[in-house]
């Protein structure tokens, strides 16, 4: 089925669930082009307002997935009744398309250890899967490990660096990798390694995994608590049509 885009405070976001979303990866897949996914949420929104570059990144990916429960109240005050999928969510999803493929994936993100851990355990749940590169994501030089990424020609990258990096080196990596579906995770591979707990249910079914992460994570709560108030003000203060 063809994705259908609104525009949430101009950046583009599209009604699509996560089956589908799916499906569109794996098309793309089967067609041997690049794929850029987005699970956008309301912080890198927010961060388009300011940083133009980073609002062309937006604009030029393939697909921006809705994510976070602002997200979703956006869409919403536009008129679209669309579910949000969660990122780490959809990243496990992509996991098991690629174990059940054989899609050569590669990892890419957080503290050495931590990746470590992290490949393990996916390796212990997706046992097929075709992990052909991984790596720790501090790295200064991206361009050397677009060029490792070239010479295993993956189809698969999840990549863990945080907003706006982790797209900022896909937009690199596009331009020299083909046939491969990347997508930024942000903090996902901490989840994965099991040192960083996933919240509990009863906080994602409420939409509100990040008040959970910013408990744990009090470091988060500056960056991350004024945002969502603003960022509905500002949608509900929008009045442009798509
Ligand atoms: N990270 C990284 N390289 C960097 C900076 C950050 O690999 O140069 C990792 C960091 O270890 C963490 C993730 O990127 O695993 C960022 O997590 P955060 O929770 O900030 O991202 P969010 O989920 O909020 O996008």
Redesign the pocket.
């Known amino acids: 089925m063809e994705k259908r885009n609104i525009t949430v405070l101009k950046c583009p976001v599209a009604l699509i669930d996560t089956d589908e979303a799916l499906k569109n990866t794996d098309n793309a897949l089967k067609n041997n082009q690049n794929f850029h996914i987005i699970t956008i949420n309301p912080e890198m929104i927010m961060n388009a307002q300011k940083n133009a570059e980073f609002f062309e990144i937006l604009r030029n990916s393939d697909l921006n997935i809705p994510d976070g429960i602002g997200v979703e109240i956006a869409l919403k005050l536009k008129g679209a009744n669309q579910k949000r999928t969660r990122g780490i969510d959809f990243s496990r999803k992509l996991l098991k398309l690629a174990s059940e493929n054989g899609y050569k994936t590669a990892l890419v993100?957080?503290?050495e250890e931590?990746i470590q851990k992290a490949k393990e355990n996916i390796l212990n749940k997706y046992p097929n899967l075709n992990v052909v590169y991984s790596r720790?994501?501090?790295f200064k030089d991206d361009e050397e490990i677009i060029e490792e990424l070239k010479s295993v020609e993956p189809q698969i990258l999840l990549l863990?660096?945080?907003?706006p990096?982790q797209e900022e080196f896909i937009v690199k990596a596009k331009k020299e990798l083909s046939g491969c579906a990347m997508i930024g995770i942000?903090?996902s591979?901490?989840v994965f390694s099991g040192v960083i707990k996933e919240s509990p249910i009863i906080f994602r079914k409420l939409g509100l995994e990040w008040l959970y992460r910013t408990i744990l994570q009090p470091e988060r709560f500056k960056r991350i608590f004024p945002l969502l108030p603003i960022f509905l003000i500002k949608c509900i203060m929008d009045t442009s049509k798509d």
């Open positions: 993100g957080a503290k931590i720790n994501g501090y863990g660096l945080g907003s990096k942000g903090g591979f901490d």
